[in-house]
């Protein structure tokens, strides 16, 4: 499958810039993907001088697409686990860590992989379909209580209380098992001028719950930091808010609260130092010629 179906790498210029690679460093990129940012590392380093990436994806279908490179190495895993393949690795230290957080086009176009709303098919929406439960285990099995509570924090949806509540009674009729059957039962909640906005965050709420993004993501950005040596650079591209105050808040403080401990003579304690005040955006005319990248907003730091 060409790249450019499978997926457009976001902010691309500016992620590459921005981990100012060196020809004989070592780097992380936390989610291969389509391969787009790992092929642009890769072009940059030199194996002489000992420079390697190592990739990771726990999705099948990206693994199989990894380059054969002696600047390469990928990883079948989730990013969580950044210590201990570095240390399986033998790496000490690395230069730097890149996670492109958004999901491939491939995934929101694969119809048996239920990311869309736009396609019917299995309720499923693992990255890693060989492990975990899928969207369909929680809807027809959490608590009402418990799926209100995601479809709030992760979707940012006012109505999740009535949603939860149409998806215990159409469940209690017959299993959701397909995408089709979940929008039947909480279409009534839906506010037709925003239909897709809305389905949209009912299905990114039950994404990141499905993969628990956020906890893999806590695990990543601490896992980074021990990985990264002074002077190494961490990029991290989000494309929701949860995400994006979680890694701001890492980078300017070191905890994901965003509580700022000074010292003594009322210098901020952080192991991390932010590069620029806001967040790198796309530029518009990256946003027309890949609207999916509307969203993504890179944030760089450096390793004290």
Same mark, same amino acid.
Request: no cysteine; net charge neutral; proline share 5%.
């Given at each position: 499958?060409?790249?450019?179906? =499978? $997926? #457009?790498?976001?902010?691309?210029? /500016?992620? #590459?810039s921005a981990l100012d690679i060196q020809p004989g460093g070592i780097y992380v990129d936390a989610t291969f993907g389509g391969g787009g940012h790992s092929r642009a590392i890769m072009e940059r380093l030199d194996a002489g001088l000992g420079g390697m990436l190592y990739s990771f994806d726990q999705d099948e279908d990206a693994v199989r697409r990894a380059p054969s490179d002696p600047r390469f190495t990928m990883v079948y895993s989730n990013f969580r686990f950044i210590t201990n393949f570095m240390r399986y690795y033998d790496v000490a230290?690395?230069?730097? +860590?890149?996670?492109? &957080?958004?999901?491939?086009?491939? $995934?929101?176009?694969?119809?048996?992989?239920?990311f869309s709303f736009r396609f019917d098919g299995p309720l499923d929406m693992r990255m890693n379909r060989q492990a975990g439960r899928s969207a369909?285990? &929680?809807?027809?099995?959490?608590?009402?209580?418990?799926i209100a509570e995601i479809l709030y924090i992760y979707g940012e949806l006012k109505q999740s209380r009535q949603m939860a509540r149409s998806i215990v009674k159409a469940r209690s009729e017959s299993p959701l098992q397909t995408i089709g059957r979940l929008i039947d039962a909480i279409r009534? $909640? #839906?506010?037709?001028? *925003?239909? *897709?906005?809305?389905?949209?965050?009912?299905?990114?709420?039950?994404? @990141?719950? +499905?993969?628990?993004?956020?906890?893999?993501?806590?695990e990543l950005?601490?896992?980074?930091?021990?990985?990264? *040596?002074?002077?190494?650079?961490?990029?991290? @591209?989000? =494309?929701?808010?949860? /995400?994006?105050?979680?890694? *701001?808040?890492?980078m300017k403080t070191g905890n994901f609260a965003g509580n700022v401990e000074k010292d003594f003579f009322g210098r901020i304690e952080a192991p991390l130092k932010p590069l620029g005040g806001k967040p790198i955006v796309p530029t518009a005319e990256e946003? /027309?010629?890949?609207?999916?990248?509307?969203?993504?907003?890179?944030r760089v730091a450096v390793k004290l």
């Amino acid at each position: 499958m060409p790249e450019e179906v =499978y $997926h #457009i790498p976001a902010l691309l210029p /500016e992620t #590459i810039s921005a981990l100012d690679i060196q020809p004989g460093g070592i780097y992380v990129d936390a989610t291969f993907g389509g391969g787009g940012h790992s092929r642009a590392i890769m072009e940059r380093l030199d194996a002489g001088l000992g420079g390697m990436l190592y990739s990771f994806d726990q999705d099948e279908d990206a693994v199989r697409r990894a380059p054969s490179d002696p600047r390469f190495t990928m990883v079948y895993s989730n990013f969580r686990f950044i210590t201990n393949f570095m240390r399986y690795y033998d790496v000490a230290e690395v230069d730097g +860590v890149l996670a492109d &957080l958004g999901v491939s086009f491939h $995934h929101f176009d694969d119809t048996e992989r239920g990311f869309s709303f736009r396609f019917d098919g299995p309720l499923d929406m693992r990255m890693n379909r060989q492990a975990g439960r899928s969207a369909a285990d &929680l809807v027809n099995t959490l608590p009402e209580e418990r799926i209100a509570e995601i479809l709030y924090i992760y979707g940012e949806l006012k109505q999740s209380r009535q949603m939860a509540r149409s998806i215990v009674k159409a469940r209690s009729e017959s299993p959701l098992q397909t995408i089709g059957r979940l929008i039947d039962a909480i279409r009534p $909640h #839906i506010d037709q001028r *925003k239909e *897709k906005k809305e389905l949209a965050q009912v299905f990114q709420a039950l994404r @990141i719950e +499905v993969n628990d993004e956020m906890g893999a993501l806590r695990e990543l950005l601490q896992g980074a930091l021990k990985v990264l *040596k002074p002077g190494g650079r961490l990029a991290v @591209i989000t =494309y929701h808010s949860l /995400e994006d105050r979680m890694v *701001k808040n890492f980078m300017k403080t070191g905890n994901f609260a965003g509580n700022v401990e000074k010292d003594f003579f009322g210098r901020i304690e952080a192991p991390l130092k932010p590069l620029g005040g806001k967040p790198i955006v796309p530029t518009a005319e990256e946003t /027309e010629r890949n609207p999916r990248s509307r969203s993504a907003k890179l944030r760089v730091a450096v390793k004290l």
